[in-house]
């Protein structure tokens, strides 16, 4: 689906009208290519006082990576990115010098830019002050997330759990916040704890020589997964319902992998996936949970067959299927699994004529969280991604004007697109990210109110 809005104020006549008439101006967002850099100019790195130490050891990695870093704010440099690092402040009042200068560079921050906040989580047995300082980074960087323009994007990282700011899960989540498969991501903050991972022998193939299942892929976002993941290494097993095995089998040969058709509600439906993935790869390392149906209709007409429908397959199922591939069952299980279940807005946010909907993605949001631990016990991770608006063909249904105030009631102005839900669970996914668990990350332009 296209957005001609976006695309006709960004060219000619066009945009000249709509910048003279005051109209919306979405960016043209800046999405990964292979071989493009990592940031769009240089990266500013400043910190309060007591956060030096922590910025000096961030601002060597990014000298490492290949990036013209810098220390202080001025005037003759496009920015391409602003790295604030709040790692050690106790007070409020301690952040102002810091907070001041980012603001300073704000009108010199390129287009597509990046600002990343890195701070510590507030923990029970703080004191007042400290919690404050620590919890105010939360409302500071959702704020000024929507306050950026020209599809600059601002996100943080919460540092959990004791974890080091040059810790390789915290490294990752930064490169993949100032990189450009971050595109549609905005106003997150995510923690990352501590972790025993090694960074990637090629950042651009992370999950080179793992085997990944994505449920869902015959289209639409399964089949950008599929395609993302490949992209980045993976051996993909495509995994559908037999009525779509047209469908499935294209996406398998575009990815160099293997189809699979099959029921996710089926009883025995982990077992197979986990004997397809053995026998015909070797083993099991990444399995992401995309399979999903919609039977809108308000609560007043809603049949058992509609409510029932969509929490078997969006949710009913994700629980069996990790069951059987964790070994609750019985079986022998998968140890360093890395899960990533497809959440949604609606989980969080509501939606009218999706109380089935809305009550299924919420649901995986708390299966997410408790399944954290269970399989970090065997050394893997379980997260979510709940995208946004995104462009396909379900929301090219929707009406018109409605489709059209959906795209632009977000700090970005337009809709996502299928390959940025698919570059979150490519990063979720991957072993350097082994810092990030029980997570629920938004894929939305940051669409929700105060959120």
Not at 82 to 108: F, K, N, Q, Y
Not at 166 to 187: C, M
Request: hydrophobic share 45%; aromatic share 4%; proline share 4%.
């Amino acid at each position: 689906m296209t957005d001609s809005y976006t695309k006709a104020v960004n060219s000619g006549f066009t945009k000249t009208l709509a910048k003279k008439l005051g109209l919306p101006r979405p960016a043209i967002l800046r999405r990964f290519r292979a071989g493009d850099p990592l940031t769009v100019g240089p990266v500013l790195v400043v910190s309060d006082d007591a956060s030096t130490g922590d910025a000096d050891r961030i601002a060597q990695v990014l000298l490492g990576w290949g990036l013209d870093v810098r220390r202080q704010p001025s005037d003759d440099a496009r920015w391409g990115a602003v790295l604030l690092v709040l790692t050690e402040t106790r007070r409020p009042t301690d952040v102002s010098a810091a907070v001041l200068a980012t603001g300073s560079v704000l009108r010199r921050l390129a287009t597509n830019g990046r600002v990343v906040t890195v701070s510590r989580a507030a923990a029970d047995g703080d004191a007042p002050a400290l919690a404050a300082a620590r919890n105010g980074v939360d409302g500071f960087l959702r704020s000024l997330a929507k306050e950026l323009r020209a599809g600059a994007t601002g996100n943080g990282i919460v540092l959990t759990g004791g974890a080091a700011v040059d810790s390789t899960s915290v490294l990752a989540t930064l490169r993949f916040f100032l990189s450009a498969r971050s595109a549609y991501v905005d106003g997150q903050l995510l923690p990352v704890g501590p972790a025993d991972a090694a960074a990637p022998a090629d950042w651009d193939r992370p999950l080179a020589g793992k085997v990944a299942v994505v449920t869902g892929a015959a289209r639409g976002i399964g089949a950008a997964i599929a395609k993302t993941l490949a992209r980045d290494g993976a051996t993909v097993v495509c995994v559908d319902v037999p009525a779509a095995g047209e469908g499935l089998a294209r996406t398998a040969n575009a990815v160099g992998g293997t189809a699979l058709q099959l029921d996710v509600t089926s009883d025995d439906a982990g077992r197979r996936i986990l004997e397809h993935a053995r026998t015909r790869h070797g083993g099991l390392d990444v399995v992401v949970h995309n399979a999903g149906i919609l039977r809108d209709k308000l609560l007043a007409n809603m049949k058992p067959a509609q409510w029932d429908a969509v929490i078997a397959v969006n949710l009913e199922a994700q629980l069996r299927i990790n069951d059987q591939l964790l070994g609750r069952d019985g079986g022998e299980g998968v140890d360093g699994l890395r899960l990533v279940s497809l959440a949604s807005t609606s989980g969080i946010a509501g939606n009218k004529g999706q109380t089935n909907y809305g009550y299924s993605k919420a649901g995986v949001i708390g299966h997410t969280r408790a399944t954290a631990p269970l399989v970090a016990a065997r050394g893997g991770t379980a997260n979510a991604v709940a995208p946004g608006f995104i462009e396909t063909e379900m929301t090219a249904s929707i009406p018109f004007a409605t489709r059209e105030v959906a795209r632009r009631l977000n700090s970005l102005q337009q809709g996502g697109r299928p390959v940025d839900v698919a570059e979150a669970i490519v990063f979720l996914a991957s072993p350097a990210s082994a810092g990030v668990n029980g997570q629920v990350l938004r894929v939305c332009g940051q669409n929700l109110v105060g959120r």
